[in-house]
């Protein structure tokens, strides 16, 4: 039986105190453990759910603040969270099932999918390049979208005017984080299914896994049912929009259950071959601990070296993170809607993982 944990009212601490207390999410554990959770709650002005799991099961589950302005409306375990950066990583599962099914390689020149892409960069660039930023195409959509955060686009049309560019290395040889790679990552594997990327990911996880309240917008997010709105840390609305053509940037939401579901599906193998689930959890860039479309990391877990999903990303005030023990499967995720420090997200993942692992008794 999973433990919860609710908090509504705050009293925010001071930036000394914000300090010490990120040096105690290292080191205390069980009851200290969760009391740490509060403090770093009224820190961060947090608002949103932090999950701790095994497996697909809830071992506790913490839930702070309102999700919306208006009255009545509680962050509960069952609020929408958008999921940033970590659309990438789902948008890698959606790929490989393809490689599953012989509908794609990641290994093959991009010509293959898109023949009218410009030639020379064609040749040399492969999906495997593209979802690990080892392509070197410039990131050249962020900038439109910063003059423009309506700007509207077919797949190919995006492809043409944001990731066409001249190459800034050739592929393989270093690493850049563009967003622009995933736009050519979508128009392939639609132009290679015939599918829309949003039909193959419901074919891929939310269909066979039951998912509820996981999904793919584009639009307002606030129009998708138990969403928490987007605000700032003094509480002023940081609305997010979010063009079709940038679903496999950023598109993805999820609860945090059903994040812990989707996390044991795939670590399991239940999504994806053997083959390919090892493909998607092996680093390409080691000083990156990036593999494709996210990060593994390594953490010493009682007492031994343990290989750990870390996936995290940001919408505006959006932030959401969630890893996973490969195998034995000890997970904390983290969702909030006010614009929480990232790097403090993770010691609180760090200490949670410590508590499963080491002092789950205390």
Known sequence: MSRTFAWTRRSFLTNSALVCMA????AQTGSSFRDTVKHYAQAQHFSGVILLGKQDSIVEQYVFGDART???????????FEGGSISKWIASIVVLKQVDKDKLSLDVPISTYLPAFRKDNGAKLTMAHLMSHQSGVPN???PALRADRRLQATADEAVARWASGDLQFEPGSTWDYSHSNWLLVR?????ATSRTYEEL???????????KHSGIFYGESLAIPGMAESRKADGTPDPSTMPSFMAMVGGFYSNAPEMLRILDAVDKEKILSKASTERLFTLRMPEQHYALGGRVRTRTLHGKERTVIWEDGSNR???ML????RGSGEAVIVMNHRGTDQPAMGDVADAGLKWLCDDQST
């Open 23 to 26: 040096s105690s999410l290292r």
């Open 70 to 80: 208006e009255p009545g409306t509680p962050v509960t375990l069952e609020t929408v």
């Open 140 to 142: 050249q959509v962020i």
């Open 187 to 191: 128009a392939a594997v639609e132009h």
């Open 201 to 211: 990911a419901a074919e891929t996880l939310w269909k066979p896994l039951g998912l």
């Open 317 to 319: 005030s959006f932030r």
């Open 322 to 325: 969630a890893v996973r023990v």
